[in-house]
């Protein structure tokens, strides 16, 4: 598949509206037949979802962005196209479009990410470096997040053998700013930088750990090195474990505070790591197998849905509208059914399944009422296919 020049505008349009993420993109797509006819939609979802008014991307907020990323050399790579990680689009929360600088060969490699600490001990850091470069050597793209620590000694590791960024902010709002040189390098070298954010966005603390999810997404397995008990590496792990991939962690003194998250990891299951045969010998086969990468953990850890987690994990952003009453649509019978799917929604999570069930809709009108309220900012989705409604206080 490649998109026309008005068809990844339309997708940029519609991934940037309001209460759109990757998985109700997927879903208005598919419900409408393409992008433009589902932007076109939105504001009556909206309506009938109980929301008066939608921040809807216009035309010429997406074409901004499109020359804003021109001119820094980033172009917009759809789900589906083939420069697009086959790794990343498996993930049930892939973005329908990353915005990516640099050579998109080195996404096309198989890729293991390598995590921790920001503030690394000497010995983290060598050892990062070390299992960076054999991986590279070994020809493994090292994918991780630009951070300080760990994630830039993996980086300059693996300029030369191919390595991938991802960014929690926008192509021109390099965090930290200080890694700017770094990332400027990687393009140079043939490696590529990806976001999904838009053109402009400073990143905030709840961008980091969605940032996560695609580092996770974009690699056959994730090792981390240094972590405390409530690193954001940790957060990747969970991403990774959710998304079928393997985690390993690097064993470290438990009298060491950076190691007490590694540990924990290993305690629960992780592979132990102490050289780059305990990742390959795990990752080779299965990689030769050609392993089903869309495999789920059968008992979703919800990383995204955490309530715990909220501020940082919403994908999207969800603004909790004021609740009103499901409309229904011109008094149509399969439509005003629908709109009383709020009675069997509350705040825990319910399978869509069992939602069809209870309610005796057809499973098409059950879909579109909870596009309506997803649109509207009432409805949060979570891992194992279920919902459930956001209640306003």
Request: overall charge negative; aromatic content about 4%; hydrophobic content about 40%.
């Amino acid at each position: 598949m490649i998109l026309t020049d008005e068809q990844r505008l339309d997708w940029l349009r519609l991934i940037r509206s309001e209460n759109v993420g990757p998985r109700t993109f997927r879903a208005l797509v598919n419900q409408y037949g393409g992008a433009g006819p589902a932007v076109d939609a939105l504001p009556e979802l909206a309506r009938r979802g109980g929301r008066l008014l939608l921040k809807v991307c216009s035309r010429a907020e997406a074409e901004k962005e499109m020359a804003a990323a021109f001119r820094l050399g980033v172009r917009f790579v759809a789900m589906g196209e083939p420069d697009y990680p086959k790794t990343l689009q498996a993930i049930d929360t892939a973005p329908p479009l990353i915005a990516l600088r640099g050579n998109a060969e080195v996404l096309a490699k198989p890729s293991v990410a390598i995590v921790g600490s920001r503030n690394a001990s000497a010995a983290g850091l060598t050892f990062a470096e070390r299992l960076a470069r054999q991986l590279g050597e070994a020809g493994y793209a090292v994918v991780s997040g630009l951070a300080r620590g760990i994630d830039t000694r993996a980086h300059k590791a693996t300029l030369e053998t191919g390595t991938v960024a991802v960014l929690a902010g926008g192509h021109d709002r390099i965090y930290p700013a200080q890694n700017e040189p770094l990332l400027n390098a990687i393009v140079e070298q043939g490696g590529a930088v990806i976001s999904e954010m838009p053109m402009g966005w400073e990143p905030r603390g709840r961008d980091f750990p969605r940032r996560n999810r695609i580092v996770s997404g974009l690699s056959y397995g994730v090792v981390v090195v240094e972590a405390a008990r409530r690193s954001g590496s940790l957060i990747t792990a969970r991403f990774a474990l959710e998304q079928g991939r393997e985690v390993f962690a690097v064993p470290g003194s438990p009298l060491d505070p950076r190691a007490e998250g590694t540990n924990d990891l290993i305690r629960d299951g992780a592979t132990l790591c102490a050289g780059i045969e305990h990742v390959t010998t795990v990752l080779e086969p299965l990689i030769a197998a050609g392993p089903r990468l869309d495999r789920q953990a059968e008992e979703p850890h919800h990383a995204l849905d955490s309530e715990e987690l909220w501020d940082e994990l919403d994908l999207p952003d969800i603004l909790r509208a004021p609740v009103r009453p499901v409309m229904p649509d011109d008094g149509s019978d399969e439509i005003s059914g629908a709109s009383d799917l709020t009675a069997f929604l509350g705040p825990s999570p319910v399978a869509i399944d069992d939602l069809v069930r209870q309610s005796g809709l057809p499973i098409r009108s059950v879909q579109m009422a909870l596009l309506e309220l997803e649109i509207a900012g009432r409805l949060e989705r979570h891992g194992g296919n279920a919902v459930s409604l956001i209640v306003v206080g």
